[in-house]
């Protein structure tokens, strides 16, 4: 039986090294015990970090957790480290706030440890409500909307985009970046524009930003589409109107130094972007 737990844990966190083997109860209380930072501390990855990254996903979506934190002018209340600052990637500190070793995570001085970007932004959100605009929208029916939005999302297209940028085969590839068209058609459907609710401005936008960026950014560049906007106006609304706030351009800036840095040093080359968008057997841009 024991034998059989250890080839089931292989499989689920990899070969079980010890900066891999997840927490016991005992080694966590420990690891608490020992880590208390003078403030809230988000855990992340410098937004310049070159070449390819340890979990690529949280590249855009711990821009959300910034956003947030730049809008409501937090930056004072809020530090932002690198995981090399916590002993490194699947150090006992950094597996004790993010159970999978991954960021966005966030520590507190009296031992809150919160794991992914839509956690953290909805706590920052709330914990800070009487500081800055509030972020939640006023009805019942609006914050649904903004949470249906965010879960489709995180459901439907951030699972997929990594065609846009891993090493993968050709022919995944080109069906993925298909979905994403499709997908972005589904999203149309659930904006209001000219915010994601309508007439105000929720964490749904902080959300979305990052993402629309991301997507602005490669799929003309790479793949040849014309606009990610193109057939989709309410989407178009979104992206106009979020760059216009101060935070967002922060957050854009950063996101597009990060991808610069990509691909001044070949990154879509080296996963085999540029080869498989030759082939026009495949569809590539919509």
């Known amino acids: 039986m024991l034998g059989s737990r250890r080839v089931l844990a292989s499989k689920v966190y ?3 090294t010890a900066a891999r083997r997840p927490l016991s ?26 070449g390819a990254r340890v979990s690529t996903v949280s590249f855009f979506a711990d821009l959300e957790v ?19 600052e916590i002993g490194g990637f699947k150090s006992d500190i950094h597996m004790a706030l993010h159970p999978l070793g991954k960021v966005p995570c966030l520590g507190t001085p009296d031992g809150l440890c ?25 009805t019942p029916e609006k914050r649904a909307l903004a949470h249906q939005a965010v879960r489709f999302q995180d459901l439907y297209i951030l699972n997929i985009f990594a065609s846009m940028y891993r090493k993968m085969d050709k022919e995944p590839r080109a069906e993925q970046i298909g979905q994403i068209n499709t997908q972005l058609d589904n999203l149309e459907k659930l904006v209001v524009g000219p915010y994601v609710v309508g ?55 950063e996101l597009h130094e990060a991808l610069d840095n990509w691909k001044n040093n070949g990154r879509w080359k080296d996963v085999g972007v540029l080869e498989h968008v030759k082939d026009k057997s495949f569809q590539w841009s919509y």
């Open 199 to 253: 007439d105000e401005l929720t964490t749904a936008d902080g959300s979305l930003l990052p993402n629309l960026c991301w997507m602005n950014y490669i799929l003309p560049q790479l793949f040849g589409w014309e606009n990610v906007f193109k057939n989709r106006p309410k989407l178009a609304a979104c992206w106009q109107t979020i760059q216009q706030d101060e935070a967002a351009s922060k957050v854009i800036a």
């Open 66 to 84: 910034r956003w947030i934190i730049y809008k409501k002018g937090l930056e004072q209340q809020y530090a932002i480290v690198s995981p090399k």
């Open 114 to 138: 919160l794991a992914e970007s839509e956690v953290l932004v909805q706590y920052i959100a709330d914990k800070h409500k009487g500081v800055g605009p509030s972020l939640e929208a006023s």
């Open 25 to 50: 109860a005992q080694r966590f209380v420990r690891t608490m015990a020992q880590y208390r930072p003078d403030k809230p501390t988000v855990i992340d990855l410098p937004v310049s970090n070159n």
């Open 14 to 16: 990899g070969p079980l």
